[in-house]
C-alpha cells in the first residue's frame, strides 16, 4: 500500500474517498436517524438520470448536469413530501423509479454505452481527476460552513414537531440538508457507483448508532469510520487485486456486524 | 381585566373531508388552569397544536397572549408531547433532552451554567439523578418528568401539556400536579392540559373544555363537568370515571 501511494492515481483516489467518506458519514447520521435510508438510493438513482444525461449531450464533466439533475430530484421529494399526504419512502420510489427510467432512456440513446454503464453503476475510484478532487474539497468546506445547523438539523431529527414549536425553520433547513445529500451523493458516483452509494451513506451511522450514547458521539464516530473504511478498503483492494468501491463497503459492513455482535453494555 | 392568555375564536380545522375541530371559541384568563376533556378522536391534539401553531386554522384564529402563537417568543410557550411519540432510538441523555427547552437546538456539548440550568430543572421533577440516563433506559414515567422539566426549563407563561399522565403512577401523577402548581404560584404561569382523567380535571383546573370535535362545554369544573354535559360528549350516563 505504501508503495500505491507513491502513484499519483492512488493519491488521488485515497484523498477523495476521505472526502466522500467525511461527507457521506456525517450526512448519514441525519438520514439514519430519521429513518430516510432509503434516500441514499433514491438520490444515488437520480445521479444515474443525471450522468447518463451528461453523457448523452456529450458534456465532458459529468457533474455540470448530474449535479443540478440531482439537487433538483432532492428538492422534488421534499416538496412532494410536505405538499401532499404521500409518504417519504413513497415520494422517493416514484423520483428513484423516474430517474431510473430516464437515466436507461439516455443512455440507450447512446452508442456503446455499456462501458459508461459499467463505471455509473460500479463507480472507479481510480479514475479521479484533480477536477473532482476540487469539488470534494468545495463539498467539504460548505458543509464545514453548515455546522451551526448540526443542532438543528439534530433537534428535528429527534422530534421534527417539538422542533417546530420550538420555532425552528425545519422545511427550510429540510431543503439545505436535501441539497447537501444530493450533492455528497453525486460526488460518492464516482468513487462506489450508483449501486453501493445508499452504504456509505447509512452503515458508518448505523455502526456509530450502536456505539454512541450521545448524538455527538454518534457523529464523530461516524465520520471516524468512515474514514477508516476507506483506508482499509483501498488497502484490502490493492491487496486482493478487488475493485476498491466495493471493498470499502465490506469493511464498513464488517464492522458493523462485528459491532451489532459484540455484547451489550 | 387583563388580556387573555389564550383566545380561540371560532377554530375549524379540516383535513380534506374531515372536520377535526368545528367552531371551538373561548377565551381562557391568564394564571388559569385549563384541562381539555373529551373522547378518542374528539380533535383535543388538533386544538393543542392550533395553540401552539403547528397546525393552522382553516377558519378563525387562535391567539396567544393576543399573537398569532408563532410570533410569540420561543420561550413563552412550554409544551410536553405524548410520550409515545418519542424517539427512544436517538441517542441522548436526559439532561441534553431538557437543555433544548433552553436552547432551541440539540446541544453538542453544554456549558456549565446550560448543566446547572438543566440540572435544576430536573431537580424540580425529582429526576436530577438519572441526568446522564439515555432516553432509551428511561421508563415511560421517568421520561414523561423529563419531558415536563424540560418544558419548565425556559420559565414559559404558557404551559401545553398532551396527556402528561400516561405513563405515570398515581404517585407520579400526583407529583406532576403539585410541580405544575408550584410552578404556577411562583410564576402567574398559565396551564392548558390534555387529560383522560375526570377527576383529576375536577380536582386541579380553574376552567374544563369539554368537546367533541365541536365544543360541548367551557367554563368552571363544577359547570362543565355535569352529568349531562358529559353524557353528551361521551355518549353515556357520563359517570366519572377514571380510563
Known amino acids: ?265 | 381585566m387583563s388580556a387573555p392568555a389564550v383566545q380561540i375564536e371560532s377554530v375549524s380545522v379540516r383535513f380534506g373531508d374531515w372536520l377535526a375541530l368545528d367552531g371551538i371559541d373561548f377565551a381562557l384568563p391568564a394564571g388559569a388552569f385549563m384541562t381539555i376533556v373529551g373522547p378518542n378522536g374528539a380533535g383535543k391534539t388538533t386544538l393543542l397544536r392550533c395553540i401552539l401553531g403547528l397546525t393552522e386554522p382553516t377558519s378563525g384564529r387562535a391567539r396567544v397572549f393576543e399573537k398569532p402563537p408563532l410570533d410569540c417568543p420561543a420561550g413563552w410557550i412550554g409544551y410536553v408531547p405524548q410520550v409515545k411519540t418519542l424517539d427512544r432510538s436517538f441517542p441522548a441523555k436526559a439532561v441534553e433532552l431538557v437543555a433544548t427547552g433552553m436552547l432551541g437546538r440539540w446541544p453538542a456539548r453544554l456549558s456549565r451554567a446550560e448543566r446547572e440550568a438543566a440540572m435544576e430543572a430536573l431537580e424540580h421533577v425529582g429526576m436530577a439523578a438519572l441526568a446522564d440516563r439515555t432516553i432509551a433506559k428511561l421508563s415511560g414515567g421517568e421520561l414523561q418528568r423529563v419531558y415536563l422539566a424540560r418544558a419548565l426549563a425556559r420559565r414559559p407563561r404558557l404551559i401545553t401539556l398532551d396527556e402528561p399522565a400516561a405513563g405515570l403512577d398515581v404517585a407520579g401523577e400526583a407529583d406532576m400536579y403539585d410541580v405544575l402548581e408550584k410552578y404556577q404560584a411562583r410564576t402567574g404561569a398559565t396551564i392548558v392540559m390534555i387529560t383522560h382523567d375526570w377527576d383529576a380535571s375536577h380536582h386541579h383546573s380553574s376552567h374544563v373544555l369539554v368537546m367533541v370535535r365541536h365544543q360541548v362545554a367551557f367554563g368552571p369544573p363544577e359547570e362543565a363537568l355535569k352529568e349531562d354535559i358529559l353524557g353528551q360528549a361521551f355518549g353515556h350516563g357520563g359517570h366519572r370515571h377514571r380510563f
Open chain 1, 1 to 265: 500500500m505504501i508503495e500505491a501511494l507513491s502513484m499519483p492515481f492512488m493519491q488521488r483516489a485515497l484523498i477523495a474517498g476521505a472526502l466522500v467518506a467525511i461527507l457521506a458519514s456525517y450526512y448519514g447520521v441525519f438520514v439514519v436517524q430519521r429513518g430516510m435510508s432509503f434516500m441514499g438510493d433514491g438520490l444515488a438513482h437520480a445521479a444515474f438520470g443525471g450522468v447518463a444525461l451528461a453523457l448523452l449531450i456529450g458534456c465532458e464533466h459529468y457533474l455540470v448536469v448530474a449535479l443540478p439533475f440531482t439537487v433538483a430530484v432532492a428538492l422534488g421529494i421534499h416538496w412532494v413530501q410536505q405538499r401532499t399526504r404521500i409518504s417519504g419512502d413513497t415520494a422517493i420510489g416514484i423520483f428513484f423509479a423516474t430517474s431510473m427510467a430516464l437515466g436507461i432512456i439516455f443512455l440507450s440513446l447512446k452508442r456503446n454505452y455499456t462501458a459508461d454503464a459499467f463505471s455509473i453503476l460500479f463507480g472507479d475510484i481510480l479514475a479521479i481527476r484533480p477536477g473532482d478532487l476540487v469539488l470534494a474539497g468545495m463539498a467539504v468546506v460548505a458543509s464545514l460552513g453548515t455546522l451551526p445547523l448540526w443542532g438543528r438539523w439534530a433537534y428535528a431529527s429527534f422530534d421534527r414537531e417539538l422542533a417546530r414549536a420550538d420555532r425552528l425553520r425545519v422545511a427550510r433547513d429540510d431543503y439545505i440538508l436535501a441539497v447537501f445529500l444530493a450533492v455528497t451523493v453525486v460526488i460518492a458516483v464516482k468513487i462506489v457507483g450508483v449501486v453501493l452509494i445508499a452504504a456509505l451513506l447509512v452503515i458508518p451511522p448505523a455502526t456509530a448508532r450502536l456505539l454512541a450514547r450521545t448524538f455527538l458521539a454518534m457523529t464523530l464516530i461516524s465520520v471516524g469510520l468512515g474514514l477508516v473504511s476507506i483506508v482499509i478498503g483501498m488497502a484490502a483492494a490493492w491487496r486482493f487485486d478487488v475493485p476498491p468501491g466495493p471493498a470499502i463497503i465490506l469493511v464498513q459492513s464488517a464492522v458493523f456486524f462485528m459491532t451489532a455482535l459484540a455484547p451489550r453494555r
